[in-house]
């Protein structure tokens, strides 16, 4: 079975006190990561790295991506896939099934097991079936970074594509298109801002350490940053008109398989 590799900042204990009564109950093996700090960011990359995205971003933003690229990291180094977590992100009673059968694949860079309520572009039939549930192909991911799979040949591209280029953490992901990415549906996660969509309620409590950051971002984008963004809505839309083997669509959850808790 893969292993689980929780993002969690040092003082948000109530969150990972739900993750591991979580993960216990599902028998997941997991490791703790300390997340970077939003102070730290700019301890470990210049200004003129941050940048390089399409807007000014904010200190947490900017630590969220570096802890994630600390997870792809270990994902490299290890050279083994892992489930990486975010600690807000509410599990499938099916994960250890899914996780299991994952073991022997080989073929995939990335799998995301999550939903954020926004359509996404996926094949029309699937590649693969495991257990109850179907794996398609994703050409194009809008939001989430809570709860994916990642291989090693997938942590290599991403580390790649983020060495010059900073990002939102879940957006360098959405845009990295020579990633082997694939979808499961149903979704077997689903992050605890989004569970009231779905007809869940939420076991805990959270609020957005980005969402709810006092810094505000600048009002002003330089002109390379609008010209980032410009080209990065023209590859996003080339990219949807290119794959006429996909469609958009909203990725289905079963409120029933988040019970267990």
């Known amino acids: 079975m893969l292993k689980c590799l929780?993002?969690?900042l040092d003082h948000q204990v109530d969150r990972m006190n739900f993750m591991r009564t979580q993960l216990n109950n599902l028998g997941l093996e997991f490791h703790r990561l300390p997340g970077i700090k939003p102070e730290a960011a700019n301890l470990l990359r210049n200004?003129?790295?941050?940048g390089t995205w399409e807007r000014p971003l904010k200190k947490t933003e900017r630590a969220c991506l570096l802890s994630h690229v600390t997870a792809w990291k270990k994902v490299s180094d290890?050279?083994?896939?892992?489930?990486?977590?975010?600690?807000?992100?509410?599990?499938?009673?099916?994960?250890?099934?899914?996780?299991?059968?994952?073991?022997k694949i080989r073929q995939f860079d990335h799998l995301t097991v999550e939903v954020r309520n926004?359509?996404?572009?996926?094949?029309?039939?699937?590649?693969l079936t495991l257990i109850n549930h179907k794996v398609f192909r994703l050409y194009q991911d809008r939001s989430g970074a809570a709860a994916y799979i990642l291989w090693p040949t997938g942590a290599?591209?991403?580390?790649?594509?983020v060495y010059n280029q900073a990002g939102l953490a879940d957006a360098i992901i959405c845009r990295s298109?020579?990633?082997?990415?694939?979808?499961?549906?149903p979704a077997c996660a689903v992050q605890l801002d989004s569970v009231e969509k779905y007809g869940l309620k939420a076991p805990?409590?959270?609020?957005?350490?980005?969402?709810?950051?006092?810094?505000?971002?600048?009002?002003?984008?330089?002109?390379?940053?609008?010209?980032?963004?410009?080209?990065?809505?023209?590859?996003m839309g080339l990219r949807m008109l290119s794959k006429p083997q996909a469609?958009?669509?909203?990725?289905?959850?079963?409120?029933?398989?988040?019970?267990?808790?």
Do not use: G
């Open 6 to 8: 929780v993002i969690n």
């Open 47 to 50: 200004e003129a790295y941050w």
């Open 78 to 103: 290890e050279d083994i896939p892992w489930l990486i977590l975010e600690d807000d992100a509410m599990l499938s009673k099916h994960t250890p099934q899914i996780l299991t059968s994952l073991q």
């Open 118 to 127: 926004r359509q996404k572009l996926v094949s029309k039939d699937p590649s």
């Open 156 to 161: 290599r591209k991403l580390l790649k594509n």
């Open 177 to 185: 298109y020579h990633l082997n990415s694939y979808q499961i549906e």
């Open 204 to 235: 805990l409590k959270t609020r957005s350490s980005i969402l709810n950051s006092i810094e505000t971002t600048a009002s002003h984008q330089t002109k390379s940053q609008l010209y980032v963004r410009f080209k990065s809505q023209v590859r």
């Open 247 to 261: 469609c958009r669509r909203n990725i289905t959850l079963v409120p029933d398989d988040f019970n267990f808790i």
